[in-house]
């Protein structure tokens, strides 16, 4: 996969092609990467959820570093008063229950560390 690099004092972006699972990998090797290298790291990414079939039926988020999953959309299955995106309905409350814990600011004792926000 081709990868990017942007970056400028305060933040890098690592983008690549779009194939399946190229997300997801390249979220863990960089965070496996620099958790070695005593780096603080809190966020979250999505992640497709495939069928029986194996088509796509939705997306979970994802927290990093702990690998905590909730849904974050469904084409079926989620109460009606969830908003909807295309085929997908979000729940937004699933979702924010996980990723904006995940988004918190680090203790006092782990800020003086270098730290990653993945989103």
Request: aromatic fraction near 6%; include cysteine.
């Amino acid at each position: 996969a081709r990868r990017r690099w942007c970056e400028t004092k305060s933040w890098r972006q690592v983008s690549g092609r779009q194939d399946e699972h190229s997300t997801r990998g390249q979220v863990r090797r960089v965070a496996e990467a620099l958790a070695q290298r005593g780096v603080a790291l809190r966020g979250f990414f999505t992640e497709e959820v495939l069928g029986a079939g194996g088509s796509r039926v939705g997306f979970d988020v994802v927290t990093v570093p702990d690998g905590r999953r909730g849904v974050l959309s469904r084409k079926a299955g989620l109460p009606a008063h969830c908003p909807r995106t295309g085929a997908y309905a979000v729940d937004v409350a699933a979702f924010e229950a996980l990723a904006l814990p995940a988004l918190s600011p680090p203790p006092p004792s782990a800020a003086a560390r270098r730290s990653v926000v993945v989103i």
